[in-house]
């Protein structure tokens, strides 16, 4: 079964513009834009960064012959991928290329691809945490600066990180190709099942597709964004004596 990936673009690019457009018609929608930027940049340079990493260290010198290791942000950005987390809080970066047979073969080769993909949402969530940290600490010890305009903007542009790397570290948890979570399930699958998945990574990357272009995948992905940025933010705010309203 074959899909042309132009069609798949045309619609991807049909929903983002339109998108585009309802937020831009909102109040303060442009200003909503731009503050979502840093958190964008920060969550798909660091998640890359991390695959990068985990290779490396891993023993597969991909990543940095070809540039990877790097805290550059353009080096990192899809299209497609950076444009999605702007409007709908979840998407990806361009992916990292491994070799896993130059990996140390101190553990088995699917463990090692596990542990690397593992490695890019588990940062994407330490730098949600540590952000949120910073937003509470900047309420508590700062509330002069806090209920000022460029407090509450400083403020907005914290917590938009916090909700970023917590969207793209959940998405790429969806076990489904080509998103990380298959890539760590398959470390834990005897070899026939992974084997099964792998032949067959084509159909469940149109299955997602699929998904995605319906809205299915929002629809689930999002209230559990919600639920895991209320739990850590209530976390926070109780660990700084904060109330949240």
């Not at 690019?13 to 937020?23: G, I, P, Q, V, Y």
């Not at 909503?32 to 990068?52: C, D, K, N, Q, R």
């Not at 190709?177 to 834990?188: E, V």
């Amino acid at each position: 079964m074959y899909i042309d990936r132009r069609l798949i673009f045309l619609i991807i690019a049909l929903m983002l513009f339109s998108s585009l457009m309802t937020l831009l018609s909102r109040e303060n929608g442009l200003l909503s834009f731009v503050i979502t930027i840093p958190g964008i940049l920060i969550a798909i340079t660091f998640h890359e960064f991390a695959h990068a990493f985990a290779a490396d260290k891993l023993g597969d010198d991909t990543p940095r012959r070809q540039g990877r290791l790097s805290l550059n942000p353009f080096t990192h950005l899809d299209l497609f991928g950076t444009i999605m987390l702007v409007f709908a809080g979840f998407g990806w970066g361009k992916p990292v290329e491994i070799n896993p047979r130059n990996f140390n073969r101190t553990m088995s080769l699917s463990k090692a691809e596990a542990i690397v993909a593992a490695a890019g949402p588990l940062m994407n969530f330490v730098i949600a945490i540590v952000f949120e940290i910073i937003a509470c600490a900047v309420v508590r010890f700062a509330p002069e600066f806090y209920f000022t305009e460029a407090g509450n903007i400083v403020y907005n542009i914290l917590t938009a990180i916090v909700r970023i790397n917590l969207g793209l570290g959940i998405f790429n948890l969806i076990p489904l190709p080509p998103l990380d979570g298959s890539k760590i399930l398959c470390g834990f699958l005897p070899y026939n099942a992974r084997n099964w998945i792998e032949e067959h990574s084509q159909i469940f990357e149109i299955v997602f597709i699929a998904l995605w272009i319906v809205g299915i995948l929002g629809m689930i992905i999002s209230p559990i964004i919600a639920l895991a940025y209320g739990g850590l933010e209530y976390l926070c705010a109780s660990m700084f004596g904060l109330t949240i309203i």
